[in-house]
């Protein structure tokens, strides 16, 4: 069964680090997101991706993020410059349309 | 106010139990999810409903999109099934999920 990959499962980072976290959605879809969520809460959206531009972005999506697909099958998200409330896990999740929505098993940032 | 709220935030059954989660949401829908994540932290869907009844092994799942209210049902609950059970909305065709705070079940042998 097809599904979402996501690489790395954990990733510890210094602060002020540069990390890109990446997914791989299920190859015929075409809606793309990224969601996080930090221990103990729950989970929150950051950013939806559609026809090769961002489609919607929350307000904890700021300058120090960034998402691209670089090459028609990876779904990328930056962080520029880590914080130590960046830590948190982070979800990929993809659907062929917008309203479904299969997830990855998550990026597991630890910025120290 | 949360636009997607659960009920209860803890649950604790014996095995072969029959559980009820509950969710309610404020705002219009296109669709209703319910999602299982485990302790590892990987989420993974159960079902996506926009109206009535689904089921899915000892798994159902309703909504009535009137009452804005979402039912999830495990019937004959088993150890396995302890993990945290996630309503989430999406409010439009393009579909970005709000979530709910999770419901955490603790199914004891």
């Known amino acids: 069964e097809p599904e979402v990959t996501q690489t790395p499962s954990h990733q510890v980072t210094q602060m002020g680090q540069e990390v890109i976290l990446r997914c791989v959605p299920i190859?015929?879809?075409?809606?793309f997101y990224w969601y996080r969520q930090i221990l103990g809460q729950k989970v929150e959206f950051l950013v939806s991706?559609?026809?090769?531009?961002?489609?919607?972005k929350s307000e904890i999506f700021d300058d120090q993020f960034s998402v691209e697909r670089p090459d028609g099958s990876n779904f990328t998200l930056k962080i520029r410059s880590t914080k130590l409330e960046d830590s948190a896990m982070y979800f990929c999740?993809?659907?062929?349309?917008?309203?479904?929505?299969?997830f990855g098993q998550g990026t597991r940032l630890t910025v120290v | 106010k949360n636009e997607v709220e659960q009920s209860p935030q803890n649950l604790t059954a014996q095995e072969g139990e029959f559980i009820t989660i509950n969710c309610s949401y404020s705002?219009?829908?296109?669709?209703l999810h319910w999602l299982q994540q485990h302790p590892g932290g990987g989420i993974v869907s159960l079902f996506m409903?926009?109206?009535g009844k689904k089921k899915h092994g000892r798994l159902i799942a309703t909504i009535n999109i009137q009452e804005k209210h979402s039912s999830l049902h495990i019937t004959a609950s088993h150890p396995r099934d302890s993990a945290v059970y996630i309503c989430?909305?999406?409010?439009?065709?393009?579909?970005?999920?709000?979530f709910g705070q999770g419901t955490i079940l603790t199914v004891h042998p």
């Open positions: 999740a993809s659907g062929t349309t917008g309203v479904e929505a299969f």
């Open positions: 190859s015929n879809h075409l809606y």
């Open positions: 991706f559609y026809n090769n531009e961002i489609s919607e």
């Open positions: 705002v219009g829908i296109s669709a």
């Open positions: 409903l926009s109206s």
């Open positions: 989430a909305v999406s409010k439009a065709s393009y579909g970005k999920l709000t």
